[in-house]
């Protein structure tokens, strides 16, 4: 009976590769009889696992999707990836990936589970992001994959609510957030959405004809999207370009010398507030030459700054 189990088992492995294998080639491996592998395979299906068989010239075993989820193998290695992969979807607040990696624990070898906990306690990660449901995952992944239309309500960055119709198209994990690249119908453009500020998400229904992308993949198009100017600065350094540059970073904007003892960054940045930690704490003295805004915040934070020291 050990060896029925044993060579059961291989089966599975080999079928769980997700090629078709020939009658002939499958019992050659397991080292038995074409009969006796017809046994092993309905034994497999007996215990839940789909496999397609195909007879004739060509013909193959298959394992194929059913409709029920059958226990998976997996090796030393799969095991091990699979577990760390939970831990840090667990880590980052998902109930869901917690309570896969509990059940993946139960049964993983005392061998295997040092290696999990050997991974765990040297790895860090820097800053967890907001947590998404897994069902969320699930339904938006769903509907861009079918080509349906969307509502959710949205809380946007300054608290706003919105009632929104889009057509899904990617999700994209980006900066440790999920974001939604979609068609907004009422506002007939592409928007990004954070998949965190949605909620009473579902489907309508309604399919729809998928649009070109704006761009050649989803992630680079929200890569440019977070990364879009909304403020241009410049800044006069009172110090010659050499000295600024091993200050500050550049790689927003441009650097270039005015003279012997001045330099000038031409920078677009998202806030003020950024802008005025970095250029405050370079230790050189500046001017701001535009815009008037940045001038406002940065005597506003001066006068904070003062308080703060009386």
Same mark, same amino acid.
């Given at each position: 009976?050990a060896?029925v189990?044993?060579?059961?088992? !291989?089966l599975l =492995?080999?079928?769980q ?15 038995? &009889?074409?009969?006796?592998? /017809? #046994?092993?395979v *309905? ?5 839940g696992?789909p ?7 060509g ?9 029920a989820m ?7 290695d799969? @095991?091990?990836?699979v ?29 295997? /589970?040092?290696k ?14 907001? =947590? ?10 769903? @509907? %861009?994959?079918?080509?349906e /239309? ?5 809380? =946007?960055?300054?608290? $706003? =609510? &919105?009632?929104?119709r889009?057509?899904?198209? #990617? !999700?994209?994990? &980006?900066?440790?957030?999920w974001?939604?690249l ?5 506002r ?8 965190? #500020? ?12 998928p ?5 050649a ?11 879009a ?7 006069t350094?009172? $110090?010659?370009?050499? !000295? ?9 904007g441009?650097? *270039?010398?005015l003279? %012997?003892? #001045? ?12 802008? %005025?930690?970095?250029?405050?704490? %370079? ?8 815009? $008037?805004?940045f ?8 006068d ?6 009386r």
């Amino acid at each position: 009976m050990a060896d029925v189990s044993r060579r059961t088992l !291989q089966l599975l =492995s080999l079928l769980q590769t997700g090629r078709g294998w020939a009658g002939a080639e499958l019992a050659e491996r397991l080292a038995t &009889s074409p009969r006796t592998l /017809r #046994r092993d395979v *309905e034994r497999l299906r007996g215990l839940g696992y789909p496999v397609e068989t195909r007879p004739g010239p060509g013909g193959h075993y298959r394992l194929v999707a059913g409709t029920a989820m059958p226990p998976l193998l997996l090796d030393d290695d799969e @095991a091990v990836a699979v577990a760390v992969g939970l831990r840090m979807v667990a880590d980052a607040g998902d109930e869901t990936g917690d309570g896969a990696l509990r059940k993946l624990e139960q049964v993983l070898p005392a061998r295997l /589970r040092r290696k999990v906990a050997a991974v765990h306690h040297t790895t860090e990660t820097a800053g967890g992001g907001p =947590s998404v449901p897994a069902d969320l995952l699930a339904l938006v992944g769903a @509907a %861009a994959q079918n080509h349906e /239309r969307m509502w959710f309500d949205y809380r =946007s960055r300054d608290g $706003a =609510s &919105s009632a929104r119709r889009v057509e899904p198209y #990617r !999700q994209v994990l &980006s900066r440790r957030r999920w974001y939604l690249l979609a068609w907004d119908l009422d506002r007939a453009e592409w928007r990004t959405f954070r998949l965190d #500020r949605m909620s009473a998400a579902r489907t309508t229904g309604e399919r729809f004809e998928p649009r070109e992308l704006p761009a050649a993949t989803a992630a680079e198009y929200l890569d440019a999207a977070l990364k879009a100017p909304r403020h241009r600065a410049v800044i006069t350094f009172l $110090a010659p370009l050499e !000295q600024v540059a091993d200050r500050i970073v550049d790689r927003d904007g441009t650097l *270039e010398p005015l003279d %012997a003892t #001045r330099c000038r960054l031409t920078t677009w940045v998202d806030s003020f507030e950024w802008l %005025a930690v970095t250029t405050a704490v %370079a230790g050189i003295d500046f001017r701001v030459e535009e815009p $008037a805004g940045f001038t406002g915040y940065c005597r506003e934070l001066r006068d904070r700054l003062d308080r703060a020291a009386r």
